[in-house]
């Protein structure tokens, strides 16, 4: 094939350019392609489907406010609905690591929807009209709050309510079921597996709480601050209605930012936003590595919880199975608390007007956000749901910890209490039977009722005396 008939010619205001024949970009964006040929990996769809939302709700205010005609108004939306449910995403080839205003990805979206919305009777131009009323500065990063906001309430919160449903609901199935505590993973008092699960599941409904706390500051954007946030080239009004109209066709709490200077200078919401998953990521691999240890074994590691097997877990160990979803989600937690790195780092990275690493800061919220929704739903749905407590062996742990002898600190004391810890260690003897063994019994320092009644492992998991 010739090269004439694979390539077509275009031009901006340095000159002109080969495009790809069948590509509905321009100019801008094939020249973006050649000069950023990084990460091969472009901006989440999440946000491709907000930008497109940007420019459809400018494209109608534009029209209200006498900037564009109907005839050009509308198919422009028109173009802008194809993006939005999903269609040529594949046009958008900019990578991530681009200008860090985005522009690139600004005016990849304006020519694809100029070249959508154009017909041989009607000439859309990609500055003129489609991003007339804006300027990347604040159109690339209100398509990031927008695609985060979006990606918060719709995908993460319920993955979120999911999983904690899911460990509520073995929180209290196993509310009497006693098992070794363990602090600094030495043999503690005893606990009830419904104790720690129910201590997961208010881990998980904080870090709830903490994600819909931020998404006042994400979902307020600088749309209609234009290039510093002075507004210059709006048509007054613009700015408070083009971000009605995206609140009303998108169901999302998007508001005006109070000052456009801070809403354009800095991204500090979103950094906030990161900084919400990260505790997330720490809880969740605090909640998998319990998970695991406690699914260790079969026989030779502590047993409490057999982890639903999901497939072979050794190429040379027949039988071997492991905790597979709980070491995908550590993983997950690790790329989020990475991407939190980058999101801070980049979220410094604001001079006088404008923060200049835009970009990476969407992708690596967004991949966040997904990881993090996906990820959880697979821990409830694959492990949690299909957890099974082996209580005897829990039991049997309980009363075999050394810590048990504790209550009898009241009765005999600390420091024979701690005697008969110790003897039980070295004979390999329970707590009751190093207590007769030593002789408290017969020289009637403590009754077997009061011996008893004072190693009751269930009666140990609550205050009282």
């Known amino acids: 094939m010739s090269t004439e008939t694979e390539y077509r010619i275009e031009h901006d205001t340095m000159g002109e350019v080969r495009v790809p024949r069948s ?41 209200e406010l006498g900037i564009l005609d109907t005839e050009r108004s509308q198919a422009i939306v028109a173009a802008a609905d194809q993006i939005i449910g999903g269609a040529h995403h594949d046009q958008f080839p900019v990578d991530t690591y681009q200008t860090g205003s985005g522009t690139s990805s600004n005016m990849n979206m304006n020519e694809v929807l100029a070249t959508l919305a ?40 319920p993955a979120l309510e999911h999983l904690a449903g899911a460990l509520e609901e073995k929180a209290a199935l196993w509310k009497t079921a006693v098992k070794a505590g363990r602090t600094h ?14 201590g997961y599941a208010r881990q998980i409904r904080l870090g709830i709480a903490r994600v819909q706390s931020t998404i006042e500051r994400v979902a307020e954007v600088p749309l209609g601050g234009t290039a510093t946030g002075t507004g210059i080239n709006t048509p007054l009004g613009f700015s408070q209605k083009v971000i ?7 169901g999302l709490p998007i508001t005006e930012a109070l000052d456009h200077f801070e809403a354009q200078g800095a991204r500090d919401g979103l950094v906030e936003a990161s900084g919400a998953l990260r505790v997330l990521a720490v809880s969740l691999t605090k909640i998998c590595n ?28 027949p039988g071997k199975v492991n905790p597979v979803v709980p070491e995908a989600v550590l993983m997950v937690c690790a790329r989020v608390i990475g991407n939190d790195a980058t999101v801070a780092w980049a979220g410094a990275s604001g001079s006088f007007e404008l923060n200049v690493a835009i970009p990476v800061m969407g992708t690596a919220l967004l991949e966040s956000i997904r990881l993090l929704a996906n990820s959880t739903r697979v821990l409830a749905d694959k492990t949690v749901v299909g957890l099974e407590a082996n209580l005897d062996r829990a039991r049997a742990l309980a009363e075999s910890s050394p810590s048990i002898v504790t209550p009898l600190n009241r009765v005999i004391g600390y420091e024979a209490a701690a005697k008969i810890a110790k003897h039980s260690v070295e004979k390999g003897l329970t707590i009751r039977e190093a207590v007769i063994d030593l002789g408290f ?17 269930l009666k140990m998991t609550a205050p009282g005396l």
């Not at 030495?186 to 129910?198: I, N």
Request: proline share 5%; charged share 15%; no cysteine.
């Open 23 to 63: 590509a509905l970009y321009r100019a801008q964006t094939q020249r973006a392609v050649e000069n950023f040929p990084i990460s091969g990996t472009g901006l989440e769809s999440g946000q491709i489907v907000a930008l497109a939302q940007i420019k459809r709700a400018a494209a109608i205010v534009n029209a």
């Open 118 to 157: 154009s017909t041989d009777a009607l000439a859309v131009h990609p500055n003129d009209h489609v991003n007339a009323s804006q300027s990347s500065n604040d159109v690339f990063p209100t398509s990031v709050h927008l695609a985060v906001t979006a990606a918060l309430l719709h995908d993460l919160i």
């Open 185 to 198: 993973l030495m043999d503690a008092t005893p606990v009830t597996l419904g104790q720690e699960f129910a």
């Open 244 to 250: 009605a109209e995206l609140a009303a066709t998108t």
């Open 290 to 317: 319990d998970i695991r240890w406690m699914g260790s074994g079969p026989n030779t590691g502590l047993a409490e919880l057999h982890i639903p097997d999901l497939q072979p877990g050794s190429s040379i160990m």
């Open 441 to 457: 019994v017969e020289r009637g320092e403590v009754t077997l009722e009061q011996l008893d009644s004072a190693l009751d492992v």
